[in-house]
C-alpha cells in the first residue's frame, strides 16, 4: 500500500502560479512512476502529466505542456507540479498517483495507476 497526500492548491489568479505536492508513504517510492491528474465539476477525469520512477522521464497532455512541470524528490518522497501561466479551464480538483512499474514508463491512463491521493483544489479567477 501507498498513501498519498497532495497539497498546494488553492485560489490563484489567471496567470498565476501554483505548486501542488504529493506526499507519499508505505512503500519504497523510487519504485513507483507518479502522475497527476484533474477532474474539473461535469467532466471525466484527465491526465495532466507523468514521471518515471527515476524522473528521468515525463510526459505531459497537450493542454498543460509549457506551463506545468512535474518533478520528484525520491529522497523526499515528494512528487511535484509546478504550473504557471494558469487559466481559468485549469480549475480542477488535481490528483496524484502511483504505478508500481520500472524503467522510464510515464503511464497516461487513469485505470493504469494503483494508489490514488485525496485531491486538491485549484481555482483560477478571470
Known amino acids: 500500500q501507498v498513501q498519498l497526500v497532495e497539497s498546494g492548491g488553492g485560489l490563484v489568479q489567471a496567470g498565476g502560479s501554483l505548486r501542488l505536492s504529493c506526499a507519499a508513504s508505505g512503500r519504497t517510492f523510487s519504485d513507483y512512476a507518479m502522475g497527476w491528474f484533474r477532474q474539473a465539476p461535469g467532466r471525466r477525469r484527465e491526465f495532466v502529466a507523468a514521471?518515471?520512477?527515476?524522473?528521468?522521464?515525463?510526459n505531459y497532455a497537450d493542454s498543460v505542456k509549457g506551463r506545468f512541470t512535474i518533478s520528484r524528490d525520491n529522497a523526499k518522497n515528494t512528487v511535484y507540479l509546478r504550473m504557471n501561466s494558469l487559466k481559468p479551464e485549469d480549475t480542477a480538483v488535481f490528483y496524484c498517483a502511483a504505478r508500481p512499474i520500472g524503467g522510464l514508463s510515464v503511464p497516461t491512463m487513469e485505470l493504469m495507476y494503483d494508489y490514488w491521493g485525496q485531491g486538491t483544489q485549484v481555482t483560477v479567477s478571470s
Open positions: 514521471i518515471s520512477r527515476s524522473g528521468g522521464r515525463t
